[in-house]
């Protein structure tokens, strides 16, 4: 109880999940960032059996880490900070990319959305203001491919499908603990979330280009990528 009688609220926890495979140049950037910007967060990096010197950086540093001792990909890694998140309490919970993409300052002004507008996700978009980092034109070309797909399947325009910087309640939070994809997945969980009829908004951010490492979908792999991740968002739109 408080001074004045009245039972105190209680404080929203909030969670940053960071999935790291090889990422040894920025991880350290990354927590930084979000202790800097974000200090209200909690965070905890997936280390998902890195090859390089992830893993040492981060115990170097005394951060936060779940150490995988296989790699689970980037379904598995994300979906091990959902389950943490789920079984240790916390009512939000967001992805950040382990590469410094992402900039732990929107983190908040996330948090706000999400619960004032009581939505079950927020998606940070870099296509709103159009600011910052875009991505290659082919990869934009997919984007707005995933964009039209999505709005004709589940009735909503989301503006970056495939953006890794996304915040979930703690509904969300449960759903994802127990069942999320496994290769390419950020279109194909968010319509399963809508078609479930969870409410889903975005804001804008700006993102700044990868400085070490390299993308996991590589030229090579973009056909494949594209039929996957289609075929995964129309099995999730029939889905029960």
């Known amino acids: 109880m408080s001074k004045t009688g009245k039972p105190a609220e209680r404080m929203v926890r909030k969670l940053v999940i960071i999935p790291a495979y090889n990422e040894q140049g920025g991880i350290e950037r990354t927590v930084r960032d979000i202790l800097e910007h974000a ?15 992830t893993l040492e950086v981060c115990r170097k540093n005394g951060f936060h880490v779940i150490n995988l001792p296989v790699n689970l990909g980037i379904g598995g890694g994300v979906q091990t900070g959902y389950a943490y998140a789920w079984r240790n309490g916390y009512d939000i919970a967001v992805q950040f990319d382990g590469d410094g993409q992402h900039n732990a300052k929107y983190l ?32 934009r070309l997919g984007i707005r491919y995933f964009t039209a797909l999505i709005r004709l399947i589940t009735g909503q325009k989301i503006t970056d499908p495939t953006s890794g910087m996304r915040m979930a309640g703690r509904e969300v939070i449960g759903l994802y603990a127990k069942n999320y994809p496994k290769d390419y997945p950020e279109p194909e969980s968010v319509v399963a979330i809508l078609k479930k009829g969870g409410r889903v908004d ?22 494949y990528y594209m039929i996957k991740v289609t075929l995964a968002i129309l099995i999730a739109a029939v889905r029960r």
Not at 122 to 138: D, L, N
């Open 39 to 53: 200090p209200d967060f909690d965070y905890v990096v997936v280390n998902d059996c890195s090859t390089d010197q």
């Open 108 to 139: 908040d002004a996330m948090a706000d959305k999400l619960l004032s507008g009581n939505l079950d996700m927020v998606i940070g978009s870099r296509y709103i203001k159009k600011e910052g980092f875009q991505s290659t034109g082919i990869r």
């Open 202 to 223: 975005e804001i804008p951010v700006q993102m700044n280009a990868r400085e070490e490492g390299v993308s996991s979908i590589s030229p090579a792999k973009s056909v």
